[in-house]
Nanobody, 120 residues
């Protein structure tokens, strides 16, 4: 089993930056593909970014490409999402996920989510 805990969310003004962290426990993440997803009020959860097990490949939703960066630190068992040039439409609960690639249904483990609010 893998337990995931997100941190770093909060309130930021449009155009600002915020960094999310995902800490894993229970098992090393070194063999897992990792991802970030988000769910805005009244909308379905959507894919944001993914990183392969060794960090060699990344993939982004078009809506965040060029603004968000996903990374991982195997030694610390952590995954990160750096969010720059934030827009009000980035407001959502952000979820860390482990064990899959891009498609939501491929991920085995999920964090509880953390709120990110971007004010205009």
């Amino acid at each position: 089993q893998v337990q995931l805990v997100e941190s770093g969310g909060g309130l930021v003004q449009a155009g600002g930056s915020l960094g999310l962290s995902c800490a894993a426990s229970g098992r090393t993440l070194s063999s897992y593909g990792m991802g970030w997803f988000r769910q805005a009020p009244g909308k379905e959860r959507e894919f944001v970014a993914a990183i392969s097990w060794n960090g060699g490949n990344t993939y982004y939703a078009d809506s965040v490409k060029g603004r968000f960066t996903i990374s991982r630190d195997g030694a610390k068992n952590m995954v990160y999402l750096q969010m720059n040039s934030l827009k009000p439409e980035d407001t959502a609960v952000y979820y860390c996920a482990a064990g899959g690639w891009v498609r939501e249904t491929t991920y085995d483990y999920w964090g509880q989510g953390i709120q990110v609010t971007v004010s205009s």
